[in-house]
């Protein structure tokens, strides 16, 4: 389901089913519902199924980025 909508902001975005999301992120589609559960991704229920907005998504990734020097106990010195 990719219908693209224009929302009043002229943002434009799609629907998107939870697998589609998961398959994105490189996740579970059980760890798409963890996110949901937990506030970090928006979504709506339309009918019986999940929809995201394509664009929730988005800021989802970009508030995963790592900020370069942080990953130095991974590694070591």
Known sequence: MDAEVESADGLDWTWMSTDAVA???GVATK????????GKLRAFRIGRVIRLKSVDVDAYEASCEISPGTLGHL???
Do not use: E, N, S
């Not at 760890?31 to 937990?38: A, E, F, K, P």
């Open 31 to 38: 760890t798409v519902y963890r996110l949901i559960d937990g």
């Open 75 to 77: 590694h070591g010195p």
């Open 23 to 25: 398959h994105r992120l």
